[in-house]
């Protein structure tokens, strides 16, 4: 990558880290769903520009349907999940969890899409599983007022991550960048109208929470789609993907500095195998074969 490229990813893992930390000041106040509609709401108003073309809109009335798919399963559940999992469990800690999103996308792609898994991912899938076993194996309490199911619920972003990624790669990858990200993210904002209005609080919503939520749609959505998806054509997919590793670190980082997030042994542990389990999946790292 170039000088430029690098300093983009740096850029695009602190906004997606920092999503983290706006999830988890404004989702108490605004509820789960009706954060995530201003999140895709004003995404979408700053990036339906974009298409403003008769080309691309035309694209985007061919693919209507695989695109308000697109954004259910990625955008919409994923992000929901992970506004309700903020309202009790901490930003860097989510985010630990969340990095395991490459390891469902090669187990979905190896069970359903048809994707080859070689033998060492099968061992980088299993530390990255066992890393996320020592994260949160101390808090898997899934009786009332535990932290067990909002663990499932980042691991339900996780799974949905897996599915969305694999069929955007298998039925979407035509597309450009614009109408991919413009087009699932209007589609969200749609989806989401009619809930969001419905679950919208009752009481006042806070200043900070309104200005976290704005920076969570402006700045770790709008900007970070255009930093992500400019990077991608730039540098290419392969460099892009290790934002995967870079992202919890910047979660971890902004929790500890801002919201006085703890850093245990534990969390530190987890992170470390979780990642590299991760890396060597995603073949980040290749391990070489025995010869005979």
């Given amino acids: 990558m170039t000088p430029a490229d690098t300093l983009r990813l740096v850029l695009l893992s602190s906004l997606w880290g920092m999503s983290f930390i706006f999830m988890r000041v404004a989702a108490p106040e605004f509820g789960p769903v009706p954060l995530v ?6 995404g979408a108003l700053l990036l339906v520009p974009l298409l403003l073309s008769v080309h691309y809109l035309r694209l985007v009335r061919e693919h209507w349907g695989r695109l308000f798919l697109l954004g259910l399963i990625n955008h919409v559940l994923p992000f929901s999940l992970l506004a309700l999992a903020t309202t009790r ?7 630990l969890i969340n990095a395991t999103t490459p390891i469902f996308t090669a187990l979905l792609g190896a069970l359903f899409f048809a994707t080859p898994v070689q033998r060492q991912q099968y061992l980088g899938l299993a530390m ?11 808090r898997l ?4 007022g535990g932290d067990g199911w909002f663990i499932l619920a980042v691991l339900g972003a996780t799974f949905c991550y897996g599915v969305a990624g694999n069929y955007a790669r298998m039925h979407l990858s035509h ?4 109408v991919l990200a413009a087009g699932s993210t209007a589609a969200s904002a749609l989806i989401l109208l009619v809930p969001g209005l419905l679950l919208w609080p009752a009481e006042p919503i806070s200043g900070l929470a309104w200005g976290n939520g704005l920076a969570l749609a402006v700045l770790s959505t709008t ?5 992500y998806f400019g990077l991608i054509a730039s540098a290419g997919a392969t460099a892009t993907s290790t934002v995967t590793f870079l992202v919890p670190v910047s979660a971890l980082f902004w ?4 919201l006085d997030e703890t850093l245990s042994l534990q969390i ?4 470390i195998i979780t990642l590299a389990g991760t890396a060597i999946a995603t073949r980040m790292i290749r391990l070489r074969a025995r010869r005979a």
Avoid: K, N, Q
């Fill in 37 to 42: 509609l201003v999140r895709m709401g004003i």
């Fill in 268 to 271: 530190i542990a987890g992170m």
């Fill in 175 to 178: 597309l450009p960048v614009r």
């Fill in 223 to 227: 900007v970070a789609f255009l930093l």
């Fill in 255 to 258: 929790g500890y500095l801002i």
């Fill in 128 to 138: 990255a599983l066992f890393g996320v076993y020592v994260l949160s194996a101390d």
């Fill in 89 to 95: 469990l901490e930003a860097g800690f989510t985010s």
């Fill in 141 to 144: 309490d899934f009786a009332l």
